[in-house]
């Protein structure tokens, strides 16, 4: 679980990268990827 204002970008994948502010990288489940994009409709 991730707070959302610090995600700077995501990177499109089997289930996708999100890079937070602080330049981190954190993978994102296959399986959440479609909860997780759905947030930001």
Same mark, same amino acid.
Do not use: H, P, R
């Given at each position: 679980? #991730?707070? #959302? %204002?610090?995600? =700077? %970008?995501? $990177? *499109? !994948? *089997?289930? !996708?990268? #999100?890079?937070? /502010?602080? !330049? $981190?990288?954190? @993978? #994102? %489940? =296959? @399986? $959440? *990827? =479609?909860?997780?994009? /759905?947030?930001? $409709?």
């Amino acid at each position: 679980m #991730v707070n #959302v %204002s610090y995600i =700077a %970008s995501y $990177k *499109k !994948g *089997k289930g !996708g990268t #999100v890079t937070l /502010s602080n !330049g $981190k990288e954190l @993978s #994102v %489940s =296959a @399986s $959440k *990827k =479609a909860d997780f994009l /759905s947030y930001f $409709k």
